[in-house]
């Protein structure tokens, strides 16, 4: 059991470093020499005879502790601050032993965490990847459906009343200009199909739409009835260009006339209250000289009429489209 103190055998010293051991073996070993008591030596000392007990069994004593104990047991000044360095120099090692034990352990759990959020990126990338599947799929099940309906959407934009052309009609005259084949059309089905923008109803032109921009590369297209309503939009998408990129957000008219510039100014207010990065707003006719020019002083509004909606159709879905109204038929009145 050790060395004999003042008549009573010591306990085992529980360190679990070898220092700490040789630390607590010195300590014993003046103490054994004094010939005092543990209780003799805590009055001396200002300790308790419990913390006494402690420090000498293994506990990692303070420094306090140690000179305290080395100037009581020790009467000569030249060996008590030798014995007081080597034993500092002990406690100086246990300690650093100490925090690099828990530096390992700490490690060890950063580890572990680092390996649980991998796990967790790899789980949240594959659904994020089966959900697109999804996505695509029923996507692709809309269009199918949309490209058999039958009915024709009215002339006048705003009137929600349906109307049907007769049996043996299948073609729409415009104003001041030919007649087009109102034809309901499917892009993923009829990639050869030459079609009017203006003959598709709101949900199909806007469902192309976005499909176009899934072709381009936009992602997260986020449609919401009341965002429309409150806001003076129709979607959000995000631009994964670096630097430029961002939240865009969009707006698709199905007109047949001139877009009024009122519509384009207040969907620069749209673009502000939404801290946008831009906006896009998508029509099937034309925008006038003032809404241009507009965009052009604002810098974040892209515009994009008939004739260029149906050049990134045919350029990104192989798809021939005629915007309503030719150039040369124009007028500057907008629609209704």
Partial sequence: MGTRRAGRPWGPIRSETREGHTLAQFMREQIDAKGITLAELGKE????????????????????????????TETSPTKRE??????????????????????????????????????RLIASLESQVQLERSLRLANQTIWFLLGRQVKIEPEVEGDNSPTRLPANTNRR??????????????PLQERQSVFDLYSMSPLAFEGLVRELFQRMGYGSWAENK????????????????PLVGGIVIVEVKRYRKLVGFEIVRAFAGAIEDQRATKGILITSSWFGKASHEFAARHGRIELIDGSALAALIQQYMGITAIPPVPPSHRDDQPDS
């Fill in 45 to 72: 000392i200002n300790f308790s005879k419990g913390q006494v007990s402690a420090n000498l069994s293994g506990a990692t004593p303070r420094k306090e502790f140690i000179t305290a104990l080395i100037r009581v």
């Fill in 173 to 186: 005259t415009l104003p001041d200009g030919p007649a087009k084949p109102a034809v309901p059309i499917n």
């Fill in 226 to 241: 009341d965002i429309r309503a409150n806001h003076g939009f129709d979607a959000v998408v995000t631009d994964p260009a």
């Fill in 82 to 119: 030798r014995k007081t360095a080597y034993a500092l120099e002990l406690l100086r090692k246990v300690t650093t032993s100490q925090s690099n034990e828990i530096e390992s352990d700490r490690t060890i759990s950063d580890r572990a965490s680092d390996a649980s959020l991998t796990q």
